[in-house]
């Protein structure tokens, strides 16, 4: 029957290949920095400081925030991952980076795409073997392949909600 899900192969050549597309994919965040660095330095500075309602993260800090999930959580749920069984990972807000709007918008980018560097470094350097150890991620069984697909799909959300903050924004200057 089709309407089952049903769990993908697990032969060793079928997982080399899903590991090797979810770092590929993690390398999105990469590319995508670097894409957006022209088009976000030519905005007026309003346009990436400032948030459009109170508990929403500027586009600075929305990079900020990124680069400290990858260089601070992330990599602390893999460490978790190969050393206990099962660990419990809850997914956290984006934290609110002190400071991330008076910092140069090119400086978080560099940062953004070293910290995603060091996040795929050591993915890449976790055993094969590993990536099939269970946890729990925001009450989900899973396993490492589901927790990197998670850290995908996130970006992903909070690329696409910049993007049409800023395609849906007025980013005239305002005359005065």
Same mark, same amino acid.
């Not at 795409?113 to 269970?134: D, I, S």
């Given at each position: 029957m089709l309407d089952r899900y049903s769990e993908p192969r697990r032969d060793a050549a079928t997982l080399a290949a899903r590991r090797a597309a979810l770092l590929d994919q993690l390398g999105w965040l990469e590319d995508e920095a670097t894409a957006l660095a022209p088009l976000l330095s030519a905005l007026p500075a309003w346009a990436v400081e400032q948030a459009p309602m109170p508990d929403d993260l500027s586009a600075k800090e929305t990079f900020a925030a990124l680069a400290t999930l990858d260089r601070d959580v992330y990599p602390a749920w893999i460490g978790r991952l190969q050393a206990e069984d099962a660990p419990a990972l809850d997914t956290p807000a984006l934290p609110g980076p002190e400071g991330a709007n008076d910092r140069p918008?090119?400086?978080? *980018?560099?940062? *953004?795409?070293?910290?995603?560097?060091?996040?795929?470094?050591?993915?890449?350097?976790?055993?094969?073997?590993?990536?099939?150890?269970?946890?729990?991620?925001?009450?989900?069984?899973?396993?490492?392949?589901?927790?990197?697909l998670a850290i995908v799909r996130r970006d992903a959300d909070h690329l696409k909600t910049l993007a049409y903050r800023l395609h849906e924004a007025d980013l005239r200057t305002p005359k005065g």
């Open positions: 918008l090119d400086d978080l *980018l560099v940062d *953004l795409r070293a910290a995603r560097a060091g996040l795929r470094e050591t993915l890449a350097a976790v055993p094969a073997q590993a990536w099939n150890r269970r946890a729990v991620l925001d009450g989900e069984a899973t396993d490492l392949y589901g927790v990197a």
